[in-house]
């Protein structure tokens, strides 16, 4: 079945060390998104790939990276984590036509604990 | 900017029909999505709203009135495994395909 794939599941890093989320997706889908959800919070998206062009939210701290090398792979780097960037991040694709564009896939997302 | 406005939990039992609403103050948009999601679990898309009126989807159904920007989602039957939150989202013209979520409604559904 075509999906939207994210490793780890769960990743516990220290504070101040890097960290690589990874997130992977058979849909051949041209946009790609990476989002932070906290608990009893909606989604919130860091920024999308729409094919190569990255597009960053305002509000996203320098602190988050991202790296599309391919149509399939996007990655969500976390340069020096703090205790406040524990939280689930959710990889989504969606198509980028008007008529179909509106329904976004989200993967299973990766819970990150900061100690 | 968007705003969505949701409240924040519903409570029903088995068999019963719930309503969760969604208020919205934007500056433009192309649709309201609802997406379903289970504690731990990914969202997953339920159902798209592109113009005013009524979409049914099985036991869900969806509305979306622009002239009074308010849209609401009708689960019937309800059954344990809707116990989830439920999140109206809408794709901000402003920004390409961005969806902008709700607040969220927590779903409890009691035998």
């Known amino acids: 079945d075509a999906m939207v794939i994210q490793n780890p599941r769960y990743q516990v890093t220290q504070f101040g060390k890097p960290v690589t989320l990874s997130c992977s997706q058979t849909?051949?889908?041209?946009?790609m998104y990476w989002y932070q959800q906290k608990s009893s919070q909606a989604p919130k998206l860091l920024f999308h790939?729409?094919?190569?062009?990255?597009?960053n939210e305002a509000d996203t701290p320098d602190n988050f990276q991202s790296r599309r090398p391919n149509t399939s792979f996007c990655f969500l780097d976390i340069r020096s984590p703090g205790l406040g960037d524990a939280a689930m991040y959710l990889c989504?694709?969606?198509?980028?036509?008007?008529?179909?564009?509106?329904?976004?896939?989200f993967g299973p997302g990766t819970r990150l604990t900061v100690t | 900017g968007q705003s969505l406005e949701q409240p924040s939990e519903v409570t029903a039992v088995e068999g019963a029909i719930v309503q969760i609403n969604c208020t919205y103050q934007t500056s433009g948009f192309y649709g309201l999505s609802w997406y379903q999601q289970h504690d731990g679990g990914a969202p997953t898309f339920l159902s798209y709203n592109a113009l005013d009126g009524l979409e049914e989807t099985g036991r869900f159904s969806s509305f979306l009135s622009r002239s009074d920007s308010y849209g609401y989602l009708l689960l019937q039957e309800l059954q344990m495994k809707d116990s989830a939150s439920y999140f109206c989202a809408v794709r901000d013209k402003t920004g390409f395909q961005k969806l902008v979520f709700g607040t969220g409604t927590r779903l409890l559904v009691s035998p």
């Open positions: 790939y729409y094919d190569k062009d990255f597009n």
């Open positions: 849909l051949n889908h041209n946009v």
């Open positions: 989504a694709t969606s198509r980028d036509t008007a008529g179909e564009g509106y329904e976004q896939y």
